[in-house]
């Protein structure tokens, strides 16, 4: 298999044909390609008669972590992708609230733009926030509601809908076009 061209520049710019084993960092090189370089020594226990797997590396690296109980709630497909993907940062507290910006020194202010109060950090915007919270009251009056017509449809109709969901998301998608 022949080299990519990041790799051949790589070998050309930096190592210059010396062994990527004896590579001395400079000060100059990029953020991301020094985290390259600093992991390099640790690849070797990967490195099984001069192939790797990415997969093995990758588990490697990462370690072996510990369950998580809401990886089921993150995880799962009742969501879009992209939703899940802001859910699970939101989970492990990495968004970038406007409390992380502005304590480095990103913006000017870190109050939330949504009610415009106090400091937006992921537990305000969340669970505290005004707007969050009459989010939060419009789909608990919709959930309600859909829980209890659910309910009498298995007793009126001898059926249990298994579509519960999807209806509630219908309808808060027509309110919001609404508003
Ligand atoms: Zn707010």
């Known amino acids: 298999m022949s080299d990519s061209v990041w790799v051949r520049w790589v070998h050309g710019i930096y190592t210059k044909g010396g062994n990527w084993r004896d590579f001395n960092v400079p000060i100059t090189l990029s953020w991301a390609f020094k985290k390259i370089c600093k992991i390099k020594d640790r690849l070797d226990q990967w490195v099984h008669n001069g192939s ?40 492990n507290d990495r968004l970038k609230s406007r409390d992380k910006l502005f304590a480095l020194g990103l913006i000017s202010t870190d109050v939330c733009p949504l009610c415009g109060l106090i400091s937006e950090s992921n537990t305000h915007l969340f669970f505290a926030c005004i707007y969050s919270l009459q989010c ?44």
Not at 63 to 74: D, E, I, K, R
């Open 52 to 91: 790797y797997s990415i997969q093995e590396v990758y588990h490697g690296l990462l370690g072996a972590g510990q369950p998580v109980n809401w990886a089921s709630f993150v995880w799962n497909r009742s969501s879009i992708p992209k939703a899940r993907f802001i859910l699970w940062l939101a989970v």
């Open 136 to 179: 939060l009251r419009d789909i608990l009056t919709c959930l309600t509601y859909e829980v209890w017509s659910a309910r009498n449809d298995s007793i009126w109709n001898f059926k249990v809908p298994k579509k519960t969901f999807e209806k509630l998301a219908m309808k808060l998608q027509a309110r919001a076009k609404g508003r």
